[in-house]
């Protein structure tokens, strides 16, 4: 694509207009920063204003959004033949930040995904996502990839994985998103998606320990351990391990583990106040669904930070995180009754 000029704009007395050497520019996700050719800096904020502006509406019948080689934003107006980095919507901008202070913090209940990586650019970035073809995954997941991260969602059930793939390409048809099997009821496949992960040759930069069990029935896995502790903690505490020269090779890089708070009610003592590992894969009689999920949520938290305690001097973070209380999604379609429960309690709930 051939080189696309700047024209400066003529300093005026319009609070709108930016002063000679700016230029207005978009991200892909919608929001407006500023250059400075002069300073060769870029801003948030308008140079005089000192607002900041999202765009407002879709593109116009026969435009798309480009991204060039270097990662930035451009149009192509299909209909007159022509290609600009000025976004055709920029005359329909509409002011982000408030006028007067606020003691409001930055996220709450009402963030979404994309709000969240808002700025950010991702491009040159490998990110992993456990559990990614629904929920919370998918959500985590296309976020990375609108932003520019060449993601790999790695599921058990390659059909609804592949599936979550072509949504997220249907969103944005440059997006680097790939499936891959993972399956964390069995350590053999941990152990396959490791070796397939690593014969890529790439960098790791974010991996996201997010697919979870939710209210199994007793069972024993393959492994001959329970399968909501395996699932939700072992399986993750073994894909770490084993990537973990990868994580360290692409430092800075972070782990991050979805936990609940759901730990709080539990623990792996026994009466004498010792840890009875027993109680991580107990017996058929001795089991009890939300229990078992409790504690391997505690297990998460644990892991977590002591994996941030030996990998952070070596570059890699590690945080757990409770993604709110009731979030409604599909951790609730193993029985009848938290289907009810989850369904009443849904619109006091966060969305997807």
Request: proline fraction near 3%.
């Amino acid at each position: 694509m051939a080189a696309l000029r700047y024209a400066g704009l003529d300093d005026t007395d319009s609070e709108d207009e930016l002063p000679l050497g700016w230029e207005q520019r978009t991200t892909k996700d919608g929001w407006v920063y500023y250059a400075n050719h002069t300073e060769e800096k870029t801003q948030w904020e308008h140079p005089k204003t000192g607002k900041r502006k999202r765009i407002a509406g879709d593109l116009p019948y026969g435009w798309e959004q480009e991204t060039d080689e270097n990662g930035q934003v451009y149009f192509v107006d299909h209909i007159n033949k022509r290609t600009t980095y000025l976004d055709p919507r920029l005359a329909f901008t509409v002011d982000d930040n408030p006028t007067k202070p606020t003691n409001r913090q930055r996220y709450d209940g009402s963030t979404t995904a994309m709000e969240i990586l808002q700025g950010r650019d991702f491009t040159g970035k490998v990110v992993v996502v456990t559990g990614a073809n629904s929920g919370i995954g998918f959500e985590t997941a296309k976020s990375f990839a609108l932003h520019g991260a060449h993601v790999i969602l790695a599921c058990r059930n390659m059909s609804r994985a592949n599936e979550a793939v072509s949504r997220i390409l249907g969103e944005w048809h440059k997006a680097k998103v790939e499936a891959m099997t993972l399956d964390l009821a069995l350590l053999r496949s941990v152990q396959h998606f490791a070796q397939a992960f690593k014969a890529k040759n790439v960098s790791l930069h974010v991996l996201v320990c997010n697919a979870a069990a939710f209210a199994l029935p007793w069972s024993l896995t393959k492994d001959g351990l329970e399968t909501t502790f395996q699932v939700n903690h072992l399986g993750h505490f073994y894909l770490v391990q084993l990537l973990q020269d990868v994580l360290c090779r692409s430092a800075p890089a972070r782990v991050v583990v979805v936990s609940s708070e759901s730990h709080r009610f539990t623990d792996i003592n026994d009466s004498a106040g010792k840890l009875d590992f027993s109680r991580l894969s107990p017996s058929k009689n001795d089991y009890w669904a939300m229990l078992a999920y409790n504690r391997s949520k505690l297990c998460n938290i644990l892991f977590s930070n002591e994996l941030h305690r030996r990998l952070s001097p070596r570059g890699v973070t590690s945080n757990a995180v409770h993604p709110g209380n009731m979030l409604y999604s599909s951790l609730h379609r193993n029985w009848w009754v938290y289907t009810l429960l989850f369904t009443l309690a849904r619109p006091f709930t966060k969305s997807m």
